[in-house]
T-cell receptor, first 115, second 112 residues
């Protein structure tokens, strides 16, 4: 079946630094990927939708200058959290729209802790 | 946009019993209804999904039913086992096309 690989699985960074999270589709081409954020004991909240070769579409309330998304190839999308602060600590999860029936395949998630 | 409500938020069952989780959605244009299982520290895993052209789908101990008129769908787990303990999420895409909106989640605990 379709596999989405997400790295790193966890990262600790200092406040003010930037962190990049990668999401790769291993055995299919992902024209559309999604980035979610999940706080403890809460549901997944969509942050943005990225389409290969074009600018990401951000959900209301998500700062596009803080959460930079790049989808430069059909198999890779990246999320960069810039100038991270403790309130950005969360579980970040990517997802890809998966052919042929266009379901959704999720990555394993990245636990970001900003200290 | 789409609004998905999920009940109950927690569910405790005895091993071997059945578990039922219900979701309602707001956008009648939604045509795809997946259910995900999420274990602690991991991403969601698809366990079953249904499209709007069918009313029921079954995969071993798991089944999903869909009522498009009432705009609700349900997950049924029979003969529950301790390894079924996890958080379960329903979702729907809405008229926007491909953006999944998730329900609030149900924490299921199967007691041996």
């Amino acid at each position: 079946g379709a596999v989405v690989s997400q790295h790193p699985s966890w990262v600790i960074c200092k406040s003010g630094t930037s962190v990049k999270i990668e999401c790769r589709s291993l055995d299919f081409q992902a024209t559309t990927m999604f980035w979610y954020r999940q706080f403890p004991k809460q549901s997944l909240m969509l942050m943005a939708t990225s389409n290969e070769g074009s600018k990401a579409t951000y959900e209301q309330g998500v700062e596009k200058d803080k959460f930079l998304i790049n989808h430069a190839s059909l198999t890779l999308s990246t999320l960069t959290v810039t100038s991270a602060h403790p309130e950005d600590s969360s579980f970040y999860i990517c997802s890809a729209l998966t052919p042929p029936e266009y379901g959704y395949t999720f990555g394993s998630g990245t636990r970001l802790t900003v200290v | 946009g789409e609004n998905v409500e999920q009940h109950p938020s927690t569910l405790s069952v005895q091993e071997g019993d059945s578990a039922v989780i219900k979701c309602t959605y707001s956008d009648s244009a939604s045509n795809y209804f997946p259910w995900y299982k999420q274990e602690l520290g991991k991403g969601p895993q698809l366990i079953i999904d249904i499209r709007s052209n069918v009313g029921e789908k079954k995969d071993q101990r798991i089944a999903v039913t869909l009522n498009k008129t009432a705009k609700h769908f349900s997950l049924h787990i029979t003969e529950t086992q301790p390894e079924d303990s996890a958080v379960y999420f329903c979702a729907a895409p809405g008229a926007a096309g491909n953006k999944l909106t998730f329900g609030g989640g149900t924490r299921v605990l199967v007691k041996p």
